[in-house]
């Protein structure tokens, strides 16, 4: 399968606890993006890495949330000292750069489903 | 601030009929609009794009139109089928820094009946 991948697809955790989710993207794409879904919402745009570099951050991802993507390929999503706020489905996007000005198609993961209890 | 609506009321319609689902904006001057489906469980499923200068794209049953002036898209899946039954979502993004942060709407859920 050259889709995105997500790990763990599910989680549950206890108030307070630290949690940390995975996430390969199609293995040539260079952009790759998080989204935050909560229920009957659309996804909300959390960040965005250009290979290794994290280029943009949401008001949304407070100073409990890192991301990183340390070698340009997969990222990993941590949220610290979680609330119950952050039940959420998190999802990532990867996609390809091309031309300048041109938009680009974002191939989204299965997620993951945060509980947090 | 910026706002996109789409119906927040599921559609029914039988096996056969068309569906129109609608997506309006307001204070956004997107420079493309995408369509995807998400299945309960799963990611968002990337189905057609959009852009500013064009009214109409058509892929196989479903078809997309853009007005910028009345700030809305409709997307249509003709002969629908019961396997078309999932929630679509409607995003709109502007090309800014030379990448793409989509802005999506909170989708509508589509069943189709047989």
């Known amino acids: 399968d050259t889709g995105v991948s997500q790990d763990p697809r599910h989680k549950i955790t206890k108030r307070g606890q630290n949690v940390t989710f995975r996430c390969d993207p199609i293995s040539e794409h260079n952009r790759l993006y998080w989204y935050r879904q909560t229920l009957g919402q659309g996804p909300e745009f959390l960040t965005y890495?250009?290979?290794?570099?994290?280029?943009?951050k949401s008001r949304l991802l407070s100073d409990r949330f890192s991301a990183e993507r340390p070698k340009g390929s997969f990222s990993t999503l941590e949220i610290q000292r979680t609330e119950q706020g952050d039940s959420a489905m998190y999802l990532c996007?990867?996609?390809?750069?091309?031309?300048?000005?041109?938009?680009?198609?974002?191939?989204f993961g299965p997620g993951t489903r945060l509980t947090v209890l | 601030s910026q706002k996109i609506e789409q119906n927040s009321e599921a559609l029914n319609i039988q096996e056969g009929k068309t569906a129109t689902l609608t997506c309006n904006y307001t204070n956004y001057s997107p420079a493309y609009l995408q369509w995807y489906r998400q299945d309960p469980g799963r990611g968002p499923v990337f189905l057609l794009l959009?852009?500013?200068?064009?009214k109409e794209k058509r892929k196989e049953r479903l078809k997309v139109t853009f007005d910028t002036t009345l700030k809305q898209s409709l997307f249509h899946i003709t002969a629908s089928q019961p396997a078309d039954s999932a929630t679509y979502l409607c995003a709109l993004a502007a090309i800014s820094g030379g990448y793409n942060k989509l802005i999506f709407g909170a989708g509508t859920r589509l069943a189709v009946h047989p």
């Open positions: 959009i852009r500013e200068n064009e």
């Open positions: 890495f250009q290979n290794e570099a994290q280029l943009e």
């Open positions: 996007a990867s996609s390809t750069s091309g031309r300048a000005l041109v938009a680009d198609t974002q191939y």
